[in-house]
């Protein structure tokens, strides 16, 4: 099934603490803190959309800004409204995956280690092709392996669920080609502007997120 292969969702947006506080309003599930990406300018607030998928918004850490830069993780310095960034793919050979979507025309980018330190000091690696690599507009996903650590799904505010998840994208026939080569059950239709819509379960009754 096409939703048991999705790891999480990124929501990007360029206040993360102000952000926390629309979802809760507008799903009824409050975000808790993730923790700072170390180098990578960003840091998150999750939530989980069942037993092993969740929401990730993430944004600008201001602890981490220089001169006001963006970071250009997720296509955050180029969004001007919060938005559905990404999803993201569970492999467990992220690395032999990225290989052989290349020869399918696909670059997932170099397959790199990733950490977070979380709110009490802990520290969560993972493995993950390239955030940055051009994936169709995130309408592709990245890939990750959270190898040893705790997956994110399992401690973080229940009360949501991810029911359904589908893309579009002006070039459709060309998208849906890479997607088939990649054996993902994406539903895509022609749109204006490439697009993510995930339909959840809330407290406040079915919402679309996009």
Same mark, same amino acid.
């Given at each position: 099934m096409f939703l048991k292969k999705i790891d999480h969702l990124v929501y990007a947006t360029l206040d993360l603490e102000a952000e926390v506080d629309v979802l809760?309003?507008?799903? *009824?599930? +409050? /975000? $808790?803190? *993730?923790?700072?990406h170390p180098g990578k300018g960003t840091w998150n607030a999750l939530m989980s959309l069942g037993e092993n998928v969740y929401l990730e918004i993430i944004g600008p850490d201001p602890e981490q800004m220089v001169d006001g830069q963006l970071p250009n993780k997720f296509g955050i310095d180029q969004i001007t409204a919060s938005r559905m960034s990404t999803w993201v793919l569970k492999s467990d050979d992220p690395v032999k995956? /990225? /290989? &052989? /979507?290349?020869?399918?025309? $696909?670059?997932f980018g170099e397959v790199q280690d990733g950490s977070r330190k979380q709110t009490d000091g802990a520290l969560l690696t993972w493995k993950l092709s390239n955030p940055v690599a051009d994936?169709? #507009? *995130?309408i592709l996903p990245f890939l990750i392996d959270w190898g040893q #650590? %705790?997956?994110?799904?399992?401690?973080? %505010?229940k009360g949501c669920e991810l029911l359904h998840l589908r893309a579009e994208h002006p070039e459709a &026939? +060309? $998208?849906?080609?890479l997607l088939d080569q990649l054996n993902l059950e994406l539903p895509l239709t022609k749109g204006e502007a490439p697009k993510? $819509?995930?339909a959840l379960r809330t407290p406040n009754g079915e919402i679309e997120l996009s």
């Amino acid at each position: 099934m096409f939703l048991k292969k999705i790891d999480h969702l990124v929501y990007a947006t360029l206040d993360l603490e102000a952000e926390v506080d629309v979802l809760e309003q507008k799903l *009824g599930v +409050r /975000a $808790i803190m *993730g923790g700072q990406h170390p180098g990578k300018g960003t840091w998150n607030a999750l939530m989980s959309l069942g037993e092993n998928v969740y929401l990730e918004i993430i944004g600008p850490d201001p602890e981490q800004m220089v001169d006001g830069q963006l970071p250009n993780k997720f296509g955050i310095d180029q969004i001007t409204a919060s938005r559905m960034s990404t999803w993201v793919l569970k492999s467990d050979d992220p690395v032999k995956l /990225a /290989a &052989d /979507a290349k020869a399918y025309g $696909i670059d997932f980018g170099e397959v790199q280690d990733g950490s977070r330190k979380q709110t009490d000091g802990a520290l969560l690696t993972w493995k993950l092709s390239n955030p940055v690599a051009d994936r169709e #507009s *995130g309408i592709l996903p990245f890939l990750i392996d959270w190898g040893q #650590s %705790p997956h994110p799904a399992h401690n973080t %505010p229940k009360g949501c669920e991810l029911l359904h998840l589908r893309a579009e994208h002006p070039e459709a &026939d +060309r $998208i849906q080609a890479l997607l088939d080569q990649l054996n993902l059950e994406l539903p895509l239709t022609k749109g204006e502007a490439p697009k993510l $819509i995930a339909a959840l379960r809330t407290p406040n009754g079915e919402i679309e997120l996009s």
